[in-house]
């Protein structure tokens, strides 16, 4: 691997100053998993690695029913679904949490890297999306918050400008009626990246038969993950029907602009949008319903 | 820069200083520095599970952690599994079962097993197959590798240490 220094940093200045002094040449590691790949492949350099995992506000995760979940962006996906409250609060986010390489990936791996890694196919993205995630941002001007389903701008790019790194990630606290599912498709049972994913959540009424809002969004159909409004509000005040779940689904759909690659074929791409579209919608109102 | 830095851990319950280069992966320094060649280099991007070690409890591909990000831990590698006089029960059942072949996966897939066994001392098949699907064994087919965990579950030293490792 190529050679560079590497810095345990201790607070969030620290970290700013590295990056705004070394530029592209500075690169932020939490659990590695990729970084460490990219590094030995030299499809990225780096003269210095500032690992973050020993920040206080990049490892810490805390949850409370009110406030909703606090995820540093270090902190490894073992300890997202290993928490049991977070486990039972956020089930749509274990679903992708589970999902990301095997166990040894799982122990090292943070959903913030997830996110900065930017892949189109990332599998907590959509699920994130799907969570209304805020990403909360420091840089040399201090922070700023950053919707999380517009934090990639293309594959492997990011909002994040020279000198800023991504801190933490907030998801509101679950309302009564809200449920959400990540699914993925993989032509294997695990270990390997989405064909198409699909992370969704629906918030339901009292009555729990009618969609008060929803959320949309698809992984591995287009440059970035997709979130599709459009999708969500179709479901807005409707009563749960097959019919609603049907437009929502082509409104999904139509607006997957996938590529054929090696791991499956734009048609097929297409097929797969709708098919995980419906099946999440139904999980999610299946865990809504239960909550 | 890349000055060579030193390192504290504790491997096998042994403190084991050691100087490296930052850009080192754990997986390097333990075979070429420390001599501990039984984490296998297999794919060395994380896809096949032969380094796999346990770092503070939790089973890592050690070619995706930094040698020096391992300061101040406590890590066990295949070397730290037998007991003192005779053979972990994991490893006596993958005899027993035959469940290797040509073995280049076979320590990366018992410190795998090692570690699921830690937390769940009484798997189910499903757990076992899931928990193992991060280490690649292109010999045996998986089901003697699946059989021999399954086995070694049953004995009573793997739930003593189990209870232990929960302290």
């Given at each position: 691997m190529q050679a560079f220094d590497y810095v345990r940093a201790k607070d969030v200045d620290e970290v700013v100053s590295i990056l705004a002094r070394h530029g592209d040449q500075a690169r932020v590691l939490s659990g590695g998993t990729d970084l460490l790949v990219a590094l030995r492949e030299g499809r990225r350099q780096a003269q210095v690695v500032v690992d973050i995992k020993g920040l206080a506000e990049t490892k810490a995760m805390s949850y409370s029913p009110t406030s909703g979940l606090s995820l540093g962006a270090a902190v490894p996906c073992y300890r997202i679904y290993g928490d049991e409250a977070v486990a039972?609060?956020?089930?749509?986010?274990?679903?992708?949490?589970?999902?990301?390489?095997?166990?040894?990936?799982?122990?090292?791996?943070?959903?913030?890297?997830?996110?900065?890694?930017a892949s189109p196919a990332a599998d907590s993205i959509p699920a994130l999306i799907a969570h209304l995630a805020i990403c909360t941002v420091a840089g040399p001007d201090g922070r700023r918050d950053v919707p999380v389903e517009d934090f990639c701008v293309a594959p492997g790019r990011t909002v994040l400008q020279p000198g800023e790194f991504l801190v933490s990630i907030r998801l509101p606290a679950p309302q009564p009626g809200f449920g959400a599912a990540y699914l993925r498709f993989i032509p294997r049972n695990e270990m390997d990246i989405a064909v198409v994913g699909a992370g969704v959540s629906v918030l339901l009424d009292e009555s729990r038969r009618v969609i008060r809002s929803a959320c949309v969004a698809l992984g591995a159909v287009a440059p970035r993950p997709l979130f599709v409004p459009a999708a969500?509000?179709?479901?807005?005040?409707?009563?749960?029907?097959?019919?609603?779940i049907d437009e929502a689904v082509r409104l999904a759909q139509e607006a997957a602009t996938p590529i054929t690659d090696m791991r499956g074929t734009a048609e097929f791409r297409k097929h797969l949008s709708a098919v995980l579209t419906r099946r999440a919608l139904h999980m999610a109102i299946a865990r809504a319903q239960a909550s | 820069m890349s000055n060579r830095v030193r390192v504290q851990t504790h491997i096998n319950g042994e403190e084991r200083e050691f100087l490296c280069e930052p850009r080192q992966s754990l997986l390097e320094v333990l075979r070429d520095t420390l001599l501990?060649?039984?984490?296998?280099?297999?794919?060395?991007?994380?896809?096949?599970?032969?380094?796999?070690?346990?770092?503070?409890?939790?089973?890592?591909?050690?070619?995706?952690?930094?040698?020096?990000?391992?300061?101040?831990?406590?890590?066990?590698?295949?070397?730290?599994?037998?007991?003192?006089?005779?053979?972990?029960?994991?490893?006596?059942?993958?005899?027993?079962?035959?469940?290797?072949?040509?073995?280049i996966c076979t320590p990366g897939f018992i410190v795998s097993a090692k570690a699921l066994l830690d937390h769940n001392p009484d798997p189910t098949e499903q757990e076992v197959r899931l928990w193992l699907a991060g280490n690649l064994c292109r010999c045996t087919g998986y089901d003697k590798i699946i059989r021999a965990v399954l086995d070694a579950a049953d004995s009573a030293e793997v739930g003593a240490e189990a209870e232990a490792t929960r302290v």
């Open positions: 039972a609060a956020y089930p749509g986010l274990i679903d992708a949490a589970h999902l990301i390489g095997g166990v040894q990936i799982q122990g090292r791996a943070s959903l913030g890297g997830n996110l900065c890694n969500g509000e179709a479901l807005e005040g409707r009563t749960i029907s097959d019919e609603a | 501990l060649t039984g984490a296998k280099e297999g794919c060395n991007n994380g896809n096949c599970g032969a380094c796999n070690v346990i770092l503070d409890g939790v089973l890592v591909n050690s070619c995706l952690v930094l040698a020096v990000e391992a300061d101040g831990c406590e890590i066990t590698t295949i070397e730290g599994i037998a007991y003192k006089d005779r053979l972990h029960p994991l490893q006596q059942k993958f005899l027993e079962h035959a469940a290797l072949q040509c073995g």
